[in-house]
């Protein structure tokens, strides 16, 4: 699985859980500086914190 197929598995998963109000893909997949060893980093914001 590529780091792409990753992302879309998360964002996929993660869209209709409704304490999940934001899903931001960060670091350097989010800033378009990424590379085939790059990681993938998200920033999620919750209803009710963590």
Do not use: C, Q, W
Not at 11 to 25: E, S
Not at 32 to 39: L, P, T
């Amino acid at each position: 699985m590529n780091h792409t197929d990753v992302i879309t598995k998360i964002t996929n998963a993660t869209k209709d859980i409704p304490n999940i109000r934001a899903l931001f893909l960060s670091g350097s997949f989010g800033n378009g500086m990424n590379d085939e060893y790059s990681d993938i980093d998200f920033i999620m914001v919750a209803a009710n914190g963590a």
